[in-house]
């Protein structure tokens, strides 16, 4: 990967090579790989998947609150959604006046009933379902109960039309084999992953791996099973994130299964690849790296590439990569780079970036927590993907965990520090002021609201103002973000409850 080696570090690690490879959702009746649906959403590539659920064009924003309080219910969540349009998205109290909405469980028609930390809200995701051309919302509540079972988690599901998002179809699904404590919902995602629906398929994690959904006659169904926690032929894992990609371009997405294992003592992030394909989704093996997770086309190569966050070891430290670090894996026509280990049994390590790389602003320090989230997306519209990387522990000054927020560039070469920026409360006109334990950047989304080709920035610190939760909006030009007519907004000002509703703490990627 010497040619994209631009101001990181490049280094072989030995990887758990899986020599299986496993059939899911099969006798479906697979069908062609289509470029994209009909329609304005769909597509398969990450950057081509625009969030629009009433299909018009613009970016849409759908933001979790699972601390909220609904019917009275204090955590029993809410999320809210934001409509792009040629002046991008605003607020219920803007001027203009934006278009938003805010759903909870005890919104008419949505199915379920509010009740105190249902969490509803902890983690959300779009994806055109049932292929009408309007991107669905997926929600994760993960401290409902199913049945007398506590914390079994449960996944609504709002779907688009040409007026927006609407309660009127909406289903809710649980774990095929709910439990106890096993919290399904924690993350969620949906993407193109077999010919076998008109849509995408629904990926949902609980602590024992994750279960993929597709919609068949007007209804989700239970398709297949990922145990993460015990796999014949990979890293036994706890899934905490999601990400999906088509990193060989061949019309189907890869889903990217993330979080920590006994293995190592929970000390280091992995990643478990599965690729999509015309019979189904098989295991592909395990990449180092998994805090975070986010795909996009950052070379302008046809191929998503993938980007992993990187907890801080203490060997991390000793090679000068304290503060944390993000992994770049470059796709190609066979994949991810380095899914194919050579005889010596180890492969090419993926592109490594830290503060201290050339050219990056800042120093890392532990604890910093740099890469804990991730975005990927266009935002000077030079047609390569760019990468926004929160750092929610990042001190500024003497003030500790305020958080911060870097750009970094991509280019033909790869990711770049060319252009690299660096973001925080204290920045020149970005409303606020750096406070202790704010944690900016714990919620990072690059976004094209205003469907100019180039995407804004958001920014959530859910702990801002005693955990009522805030977001900020950063806009994007040709240049790279400017702060110039930076603003903020909270759950109140689009009409929901904010106190202590942790508004921010899942964005939709």
């Known amino acids: 990967m010497t040619s994209k080696n631009l101001g990181s570090r490049r280094r072989t690690v030995s990887f758990a090579v899986s020599a299986a490879s496993f059939l899911l959702l099969g006798g479906l009746g697979i069908a062609a790989a289509p470029a994209s649906f009909a329609g304005t959403p769909g597509g398969t590539a990450a950057n081509d998947r625009n969030s629009d659920f009433d299909g018009d064009g613009y970016d849409d924003v759908l933001i979790g609150a699972p601390k909220g309080t609904a019917d009275g219910k204090e955590g029993a969540g809410f999320v809210t959604v934001q409509y ?5 998205i605003g607020t219920a109290k803007s001027a203009p006046k934006a278009r938003t909405a805010v759903f909870s469980q005890s919104t008419a028609g949505v199915p379920g009933t509010s009740q105190t930390y249902d969490a509803f809200g902890a983690a959300v995701a779009t994806g055109d379902l049932d292929g009408d051309g309007y991107d669905d919302a997926v929600i994760g509540a993960p401290g409902e109960e199913v049945g007398s079972l506590e914390d079994a988690g449960r996944v609504t599901v709002l779907y688009g039309s040409g007026t927006g998002l609407g309660a009127a179809r909406s289903v809710t699904i649980a774990s095929a084999s709910p439990a106890a404590g096993v919290r399904f919902g924690s993350a969620v995602t949906a993407a193109r992953l077999t010919g076998a629906s008109p849509g995408d398929v629904v990926a949902v994690t609980d602590h024992r791996g994750a279960e993929l959904f597709t919609y068949s006659a007007g209804s989700l169904r239970h398709t297949g099973t990922l145990d993460t926690t015990a796999h014949p032929a990979g890293r036994a894992l ?7 990609g088509d990193y060989d371009s061949d019309g189907y997405a890869e889903l990217v299964i993330s979080g920590f294992g006994p293995d190592d003592d929970h000390a280091q992030g992995w990643s478990a690849v599965y690729s999509g394909g015309e019979s189904g989704v098989t295991f592909r093996r395990d990449l180092r790296g998994g805090v975070s997770t986010a795909s996009g086309d950052i070379d302008g190569d046809g191929y998503d590439d993938l980007v992993t966050g990187h907890h801080s070891s203490p060997d991390h430290e000793a090679e000068g990569m304290a503060g944390g670090m993000i992994g770049v894996y470059y796709g190609s026509d066979s994949g991810l780079r380095g899914q194919e280990a050579p005889e010596d049994g180890t492969e090419e390590a993926p592109q490594y970036w830290t503060q201290n790389s050339p050219g990056v602003p800042g120093a890392g320090e532990r604890g910093d927590a740099w890469g804990t989230e991730l975005s990927v997306g266009d935002v000077d519209g030079d047609g ?5 990387v929160g750092a929610p522990g990042e001190d500024i000054g003497t003030v500790a965990d305020a958080g911060a927020v ?6 033909a070469e790869g990711l770049t520090a060319t252009g690299a920026q660096s973001f925080d409360q204290n920045s020149a006109e970005v409303p606020g002021t750096a406070e202790a334990g704010d944690a900016w950047g714990q919620q990072v989304r690059l976004a094209d609201t205003d469907h100019d080709g180039r995407s804004d920035l958001l920014a959530a610190a859910p702990d801002e103002d005693g955990h009522d939760g805030v977001v900020w909006h950063l806009s994007a030009s040709t240049k790279g973000l400017v702060t110039t ?16 509703a942790g508004f921010g703490e899942a964005v939709d990627e």
């Open 384 to 388: 390569y993907a760019d990468v926004a």
């Open 406 to 411: 870097w750009l970094l560039r991509g280019s």
């Open 485 to 500: 007519g930076a603003w903020l907004y909270g759950a109140t000002s689009l009409g929901a409850p904010g106190d202590g």
């Open 84 to 88: 792009g349009a040629a002046n991008g």
């Open 238 to 244: 706890t899934p905490a994130y999601l990400t999906t």
